[in-house]
Every structure is written in structure tokens, then in C-alpha cells.
């Protein structure tokens, strides 16, 4: 595969290490240096750079206590002609922004399971779930994170798209312009 990434110097060799392994083993020449924003952009098409999350939890993080900082890395992007793509790795239950609008945020809290009310003498017991109890009642929801990342891809022209963590170093090859990888 005729590809070379540049991948950003800030991210932790630890957590990219599988997808390092992707490149090595599809032949995609790799190397590192900061980027001006995002972590990985294709030598070829230096104007598509993605900006890798490890998860759902990240972006929270990013569009309520970083919120200045990511607004600022998307005005960057955008003054700049450069088309940014959030690879969110998550799970391969989240696929679209559509999904996240279910995504049940663990800050939330833990799901509490209450009897169903119609169990009666001689019938099995079944359970059905109640209500979430809250640990921090304030944390964002599914639903309001869909909204935000809708807005900012309006607003701000970045995309955001999904993959699960074993896929992740696939998925980077295939949105920089590696063949599509089945």
C-alpha cells in the first residue's frame, strides 16, 4: 500500500500500539510529529486529518470541561481548510451519531432492577429494569451528546464517525485513503 501517516507526537505510545501494529502489517509507512490538529493525517491529503477518541466518556469530557480547548482545535481545522474527522472507538454498538442519542452515560450511574409487578403465586419471578440511580445527577446524557456532536459538525464542517478499538488502526487507513479493508 502506497500510504504514509503522520500521527502526532502527543499520543501515548501505550494506547496506540495495536493500531502502529494495523499499519505495520497492511505496509503503510507511519511516522511521528506534531500535528497542527488531530493526531493522524496522510501525507497524500494533508487537508484530511482525524482526531482519534478512546470513547464516548472522552467527548463528554471534551465538549463540557474542554469545551474552549475542542472548539478551538475545530476553528483551527476549519480556518484552515482542513476537513477533521472524530474516530470515536467506542464499541460496535455505536455506529452513528443516531446511537449515541441511546448511549447510556456510566457516569449516570448503575441500573437498579425492580420486581416485575405482575409476578404473582405460582408464575416465575421476572425482573425488569427500573430506574438509573444517580451518581452524578448533572452528567450529560446520550441524548444531549447526539445534539452537541450534530452542532458541531453543522457549525464547524468535522465529522464524526465510530469503530470499535480492534478496528481503529483499519478504520484510520481506510478514511486516509488506503483501500477499503473488509
Known sequence: MNLTIQYDSREKARAITKIIEEFDRRGVKHFVSKLYVGDYASLDNPRLVIDRKQNLTEIC???????DRFRRELIRAQENGIKLIILIEHSN???SIDDVAGWQNPRLGEPVWI???CVGKGKA???VPG????????AMTGE???KIMRTMEQKYGCEFQFCDKPHTGK?????LGGDRID
Do not use: G
Open 61 to 67: 469530557a471534551n465538549v463540557c470541561q474542554n469545551h
Open 93 to 95: 454498538q455505536i455506529r
Open 115 to 117: 420486581p416485575d409487578r
Open 125 to 127: 419471578e421476572h425482573w
Open 131 to 138: 430506574h438509573w440511580s444517580n451518581k452524578h445527577p448533572n
Open 144 to 146: 444531549t451528546l447526539s
Open 171 to 175: 478504520r484510520i487507513i481506510e478514511i
